[in-house]
């Protein structure tokens, strides 16, 4: 089946560091990746989706400037959380959908759990 | 706000039992739906999906039922296992820009006991 691997799993760091989190699809190549964030008891949130080779689109209320998205190739979306503080810790989330078109099941990473000190 | 939400926040159930997870979405475009499961510390996990042009669907175990009508949507797993003890999301993909964007709900706990 399709697989979505992330890395890496978990980042602790100062306030100020700025942390990459990298997406590939192992087995399929996915023009669009989506990446989500979810806080503890809660729900997954979109934050952006990742196109290959353009912008990536940004969800009302996400900064694109704090949440740096590169779609490089049709394996690996970057998500980059510029200059890291306590309130960006979340557990941020990619998937891919492996089908063609839209209705195809989104498969997912196993996320980072990231925390800033 | 969220546009799909779920009826029960949690659900114990015993081993064996059959269990229904619930989830009600508002957007009457959503052409597509998906059920996953996400245990601690892990990403959601694929469990079955459905379209709009149908109101049920099998999986191995599970079953997804959808009502358009009114708006819902369930889950149901024969013969629940310790190891379906997970969060259950249900997703929706309104037809609204190219993508497949999911929206989830808010999820319920599903907890087996041997």
């Known amino acids: 089946g399709a697989v979505v691997s992330q890395h890496p799993s978990r980042v602790i760091c100062k306030s100020g560091t700025s942390v990459k989190i990298e997406c590939r699809s192992l087995?399929?190549?996915?023009?669009?990746m989506f990446w989500y964030r979810q806080f503890p008891k809660q729900s997954l949130m979109l934050m952006a989706t990742?196109?290959?080779?353009?912008?990536?689109?940004?969800e009302q209320g996400v900064e694109k400037d704090k949440f740096l998205i590169n779609h490089a190739s049709l394996t690996l979306s970057t998500l980059t959380v510029t200059s890291a503080h306590p309130e960006d810790s979340s557990f941020y989330i990619c998937s891919a959908a492996a089908g063609r078109g839209r209705v195809s099941p989104q498969h997912f990473g196993d996320g980072t759990r990231l925390s800033i000190l | 706000g969220e546009s799909v939400g779920l009826h029960l926040p949690t659900l114990s159930v015993q081993e064996g039992d059959n269990s229904i997870i619930n989830c009600a979405y508002s957007?009457?475009?959503?052409?597509?739906f998906i059920w996953y499961k996400q245990e601690s510390g892990k990403g959601p996990q694929f469990i079955i999906d459905?379209?709009?042009?149908?109101d049920k669907r099998q999986g191995q175990r599970v079953t997804v039922l959808l009502n358009k009508t009114v708006k819902h949507l369930s889950l149901q797993i024969a013969a629940t296992q310790p190891g379906d003890s997970a969060v259950h999301f249900c997703a929706e993909n309104p037809p609204i820009q190219a993508g497949t964007a999911l929206i989830f709900g808010k999820g319920t706990t599903l907890s087996v006991s041997s």
């Open positions: 957007n009457s475009a959503s052409d597509y």
């Open positions: 990742s196109n290959e080779g353009s912008k990536a689109t940004y």
């Open positions: 459905i379209r709009s042009n149908m």
């Open positions: 087995d399929f190549q996915a023009t669009t």
